[in-house]
């Protein structure tokens, strides 16, 4: 994604060898997805806003999130498999995560805890 649109991508899955998304600028709206890869990095936003609603991102060579000066928004139901590299703005919103999502969250107004089957953000 290499401008300033606005893009959603819906119920599909995405597997490349190596870094199948990119966004550069603009936003890209994932919901009910997959995306796999087994190099580079999954999910790589430079400057845009990435908003992850419901969706699997894996790498199992490397980085499965990289955001480097951009805001990603991840809400509802996220599997995050890979090492998450954050440099500027990640939010974690009500949800189930596999990942302690603690250091994402406004503790302000929501609570995390860990259950037998994740990680629980809820709204106080």
């Known amino acids: 994604i ?3 649109g606005d893009y959603t991508i819906r119920n599909g899955k995405i597997y490349k060898n190596s ?3 990119y ?4 936003t890209l709206n ?3 997805c997959e995306i796999e890869t087994t190099s580079g990095i999954a999910l790589d936003n430079l400057f845009g806003t990435v908003n992850i609603r419901n ?5 199992t060579g ?4 990289h955001n480097s000066d951009g805001t990603v928004n991840i809400s509802e139901n996220v599997s995050i498999e890979g090492e998450i590299v954050n440099n500027k703005s990640i939010n974690v919103y009500s949800g189930r995560y596999n ?3 603690t250091e994402y969250v406004d503790t302000d107004k929501y609570d995390v805890h860990k259950g037998t089957e994740g990680w ?3 709204e106080k």
């Open 30 to 32: 994932i919901e009910n």
């Open 99 to 101: 990942f302690d999502p």
């Open 19 to 21: 870094s199948p998304l």
């Open 23 to 26: 966004v550069h600028t603009g």
């Open 62 to 65: 490397g980085e499965a999130l």
């Open 2 to 4: 290499d401008n300033t």
């Open 55 to 59: 969706c699997t991102i894996k790498n």
């Open 120 to 122: 629980f953000v809820t």
